[in-house]
């Protein structure tokens, strides 16, 4: 079954509002990871956090990952409209070599 | 570098048929891996390999069978085509999987089975 769990699967929100999306495991991970899939690409790389509590920024995005870590978020301060996508995190469960990820939150964005 | 390389971009296939989804890669990479991507469920691992001659099952490997005789090259069979394999699938790779590098996304190859 799926190990990492994200919501909300979809999101419409107006340009210049914020975003966040959120992924829980019931396991203990290693890292998460977080990707950006354009419309009709593939998913790109964002970043990665492995620390306990770690939060990272990039410009507008916020990573956190929780002191558990079991869950992380991304979170989007005032979007876009070059921020249309969908939103992955994928993790390593802890004694795994496999890379699994979140079922995705598609942003969308009225201008 | 051409970085991930997949092949066909688009293939329609008849149920039974069988095919060979194509996969490069020219960074030297140790891992890779096969995904399928469904909507709403985003990103299903089918099988991986953490070096030449070496691979092992994801989480959805009925179907499918992978081979790994190069660094480069990560094809992934599918030995009787079924409706349900109907997907977009993508070829990822990275350093190494010990260190939880970066993922390299090929373009995709959109799967439609009749």
């Known amino acids: 079954g799926q190990q990492v769990m994200q919501i909300p699967q979809y999101q419409h929100v107006q340009e210049g509002e914020d975003f966040t999306t959120y992924c829980n495991s019931s396991?203990?991970?290693?890292?998460i990871q977080w990707y950006k899939q354009r419309p009709g690409g593939h998913p790109v790389f964002l970043i990665q956090?492995?620390?306990?509590?770690e939060v990272k920024k990039q410009k507008r995005l916020t990573f956190q990952f929780g002191e558990a870590k079991k869950n992380s978020s991304l979170h989007i301060t005032a979007t876009q409209t070059t921020d249309v996508g969908t939103y992955f995190c994928?993790?390593?469960?802890?004694?795994?070599?496999?890379?699994?990820f979140g079922q995705g939150t598609r942003l969308t964005i009225n201008p | 570098n051409a970085g991930v390389t997949q092949t066909p971009k688009f293939q329609v296939l008849k149920t039974g048929q069988s095919m060979t989804l194509q996969c490069a890669q020219d960074m030297n990479h140790e891992y890779m891996s096969w995904y399928r991507q469904d909507p709403g469920m985003g990103l299903r691992l089918i099988h991986y390999?953490?070096?030449?001659?070496?691979?092992d099952q994801g989480e959805v490997p009925n179907g499918y069978n992978v081979s790994r005789s190069t660094t480069e090259d990560f094809p992934l069979r599918l030995l009787s085509a079924a409706p349900s394999q109907t997907s977009v699938y993508f070829c990822?790779?990275?350093?190494?999987?010990?260190?939880?590098?970066?993922?390299?996304f090929g373009p995709g190859t959109r799967l439609l089975v009749l």
């Open positions: 956090l492995v620390k306990s509590g």
């Open positions: 396991t203990t991970l290693s890292n």
């Open positions: 990822a790779s990275s350093w190494s999987f010990m260190y939880q590098e970066t993922q390299y």
């Open positions: 994928a993790a390593t469960v802890q004694g795994a070599q496999k890379l699994v």
């Open positions: 390999s953490v070096g030449a001659g070496i691979t």
